[in-house]
């Protein structure tokens, strides 16, 4: 495993995004290898940003690198690469997965099915009601809440999870210093007891309005789908929606008033082909994974009531995977599928809880 601080290092390089480390790794291989090729490869190189160069000729990444270990001495906070044992699995697979991830708290293995709640952050009386319902139900089943921690649906939802004592995930869109609002200092605390507060950001770093859009691809790739209790039209709640869309994950929408202009974002992502949900069981139905935790109680699902939402291509797979774990290149073979087919296919089947991927790429079913 990488050293996690020489890729905290690389990371503090103003401009360093996901995308552009991800391919200096391929081309330099260890992370330590990294800014000295980039020292001496830059005139060679005219993809590389010019502030990337001049932030590390002036040594300013490295007065962030050590503001940002001073906070986490401070703080107790810790660092998880994305070769970390303890990453989240479906969070590897979105398309840019952040390199190392700075986290308050604990996780849990209950974090892997979770579900996001996001919306506008000013809810009418409807959007507060419909927020604290959902997220209530569904903590009720220990499911974990994902949010983004902001004013309005995010600290609500938040809040009834730790009201609850159930679990919670706060991905911040800021560096882990800054809390924002300033307001929910106090909530964040709270959310660290029992869950995980996170950030991909560098203290020191400034902050601007794509690192709130950056912060939303995380909240959607945490989790098994996104819901979005309330938004106008214009909310940044719908950049969630979206990236889970381009995720591969589960969308619901809860619809409102017509008049209002107050849910016609959560309309649109309705016309655009997000779930309508009124009632818990709507999105369960969905994610057979969180299903499960209703069977004891609800004697609703079959299998054959699980497969309706699998496609043809996902069903020949489950018909070759059982519980003792099947080498990728064989169900390749059986299934004559191309690779990048059945790697779509592979991965929808696991984000709806039917498969699990083992390490050296075996898979099992689950349902």
């Not at 660092?79 to 700075?102: A, N, Q």
């Not at 964040?188 to 912060?215: D, W, Y």
């Not at 969630?240 to 619809?255: G, K």
Request: glycine letters at 8%.
């Amino acid at each position: 495993m990488s050293d996690p601080l020489e890729i905290l290092k690389i990371m503090s390089i103003e401009g360093m995004g996901p995308r552009l480390y991800k391919s200096l790794s391929d081309k330099y291989g260890m992370p330590e290898k990294i800014i000295p090729g980039l020292i001496d490869n830059y005139a060679e190189d005219g993809s590389i940003p010019s502030g990337i160069l001049s932030s590390i000729h002036s040594g300013r990444y490295l007065e962030y690198f050590n503001k940002h270990r001073l906070w986490m001495k401070q703080s107790g906070a810790r660092l998880m690469t994305v070769d970390d044992i303890r990453y989240p699995d479906i969070l590897k697979h979105i398309y840019d997965p952040p390199p190392v991830l700075s986290y308050l708290g604990e996780w849990d293995p209950k974090d892997n099915n979770a579900l996001a709640v996001v919306g506008t952050r000013y809810p009418d009386h409807y959007g507060k009601r419909v927020t604290r319902d959902f997220t209530q139900a569904l903590v009720d089943l220990d499911i974990t809440i994902i949010s983004g921690l902001a004013k309005g649906v995010d600290s609500i939802a938040h809040f009834t999870a730790v009201r609850a004592g159930k679990r919670t995930i706060a991905v911040l869109g800021t560096p882990p210093d800054i809390i924002y609002p300033a307001e929910n200092r106090s909530l964040m605390r709270q959310i660290c007891q029992n869950g995980v507060v996170l950030s991909e950001f560098i203290v020191g770093h400034k902050t601007a309005p794509g690192c709130f859009v950056r912060r939303n691809r995380l909240i959607s790739g945490l989790s098994r789908g996104v819901i979005v209790t309330q938004a106008g039209d214009k909310s940044g709640a719908l950049a969630t929606a979206f990236s889970a869309n381009e995720q591969n994950r589960e969308v619901f929408a809860v619809p409102g008033n017509i008049y209002s202009g107050l849910h016609d974002g959560c309309h649109r992502l309705i016309k655009k082909g997000a779930k309508l949900i009124e009632k818990t069981e709507d999105i369960l139905e969905e994610l057979p994974v969180l299903m499960q935790k209703r069977l004891p109680q609800m004697n609703l699902i079959t299998e054959a009531a699980n497969l309706q939402d699998v496609t043809d291509s996902g069903k020949l797979i489950l018909s070759i995977l059982s519980k003792e774990p099947v080498y990728v290149d064989t169900i390749l073979e059986k299934t004559s599928l191309n690779h990048s087919k059945l790697m779509s296919v592979l991965l929808q089947l696991e984000l709806k809880g039917y498969i699990k991927q083992l390490p050296g790429k075996f898979y099992i079913r689950k349902i």
